[in-house]
């Protein structure tokens, strides 16, 4: 089969990106293959690409943790009724913890389709019966657009922060997929939100897409500009990606008893709070990470039913997965990046 390969690790991620002859995966016990009809990039994908810690697979790495298409075959233990049916992948497999004597479990452990295994940017990609949905007659480009970032943060808002109709949420760097998901799932909670972004055009765009309130980022304190937005009270909760670069604004933009919940760092880790602000408010600051079946399934339903669809910036072909590594990989995109495997054939090998 074809796929598309980060050759070697290191950056920038794009120029090492290569359509690959690969052999056909087989599934083991307890797996799906599916035949792919879409995949989607997320910033995952970069940080992969450039050799994150952790991962023991060898060069080439096959990612993709967001993927759709046709089961075409089943390994053992496998109800055959998959076969022909179009799956949405849920790429978070909770893989336990070893059991060890007088130990308490030790909860979620998750690993990534796409990160600990090959993804779905290839013809075919393996993944367990436990972690699919079938999605009947969903176009495959808008499920593929969809997993992973939606879980994520559909757990963010409501696993976590608990966030109800009325509440003021805060989403900054918008134009990136968690942000984008974050806005539209807001919106169907019946949120207000504020949205921030160093460029004026990703701000006046997520405004086309509803957001309630806009303020650019110029690299200052902007939490002024978004307790204003509030009327001065500040935000409910904060639902934030971009990490270290905004983490001080973030939490001076808090309402009392807000909730700050983190699922990334594109920005670094080393982030500097406030604690004096954080006990005196009664703030909570949260950890968040993908999802289970249980918010897959609820989520998807929201897809599936047309309540809510994906932002997509641009729709590629695996022969031009590297221009969307590079549009990535700078920042330029608003919305979703995803390949569009139907249309393959000879012409593109």
Not at 50 to 70: E, H, N, Y
Not at 169 to 185: E, K, R, S
Request: aromatic share 6%; glycine share 12%.
């Amino acid at each position: 089969m074809k796929a598309v390969a980060v050759m070697t690790g290191g950056a920038p991620v794009a120029p090492n990106v290569e359509l690959v002859d690969l052999p056909m995966p087989e599934p083991a016990a307890g797996d799906l293959r599916v035949r792919t009809e879409a995949s989607a990039l997320n910033h995952l994908d970069l940080w992969i690409g450039m050799g994150i810690p952790g991962v023991d697979r060898p060069w080439p790495r096959v990612t993709g943790s967001d993927g759709a298409g046709v089961v075409d075959a089943v390994g053992s233990g496998v109800d055959e009724a998959w076969i022909g049916r179009r799956v949405i992948m849920n790429a978070a497999r909770d893989v336990g913890a070893p059991a060890s004597p007088g130990t308490r479990p030790a909860g979620e452990n998750f690993e990534l389709v796409g990160e600990h295994v090959a993804g779905a940017m290839a013809e075919y990609f393996l993944v367990p019966a436990t972690n699919v949905v079938d999605i009947g007659d969903t176009d495959p480009v808008r499920a593929a657009a969809f997993g992973l970032t939606h879980l994520t943060a559909w757990r963010m808002l409501t696993t976590r922060a608990a966030a109800h109709p009325g509440d003021w949420i805060l989403i900054p760097g918008i134009g990136g997929g968690v942000a984008l998901a974050a806005l539209g799932l807001a919106r169907h909670l019946g949120c207000s939100t504020v949205v921030t972004s160093r460029s004026a055009a990703k701000l006046e765009q997520a405004m086309s897409h509803g957001a309630t309130a806009a303020v650019l980022d110029e690299g200052e304190d902007w939490s002024r500009a978004v307790r204003k937005a509030t009327d001065g009270r500040g935000v409910d909760v904060c639902i934030d990606s971009v990490g270290a670069a905004v983490h001080p604004a973030c939490i001076r933009s808090m309402a009392r008893g807000g909730r700050f919940v983190t699922c990334g760092c594109t920005s670094g880790p080393a982030a500097t709070t406030d604690l004096a602000r954080v006990f005196w408010n009664q703030l909570a600051i949260l950890g968040s990470t993908m999802g289970d079946m249980s918010e897959f399934r609820e989520v998807v339903g929201l897809l599936v039913d047309e309540r809510l669809t994906p932002v997509i910036d641009e729709v590629h072909t695996p022969a031009t997965a590297g221009e969307a590594y590079a549009a990535l990989e700078a920042g330029r995109q608003f919305g979703k990046l995803v390949l569009d495997w139907r249309g393959f054939d000879s012409s593109d090998r």
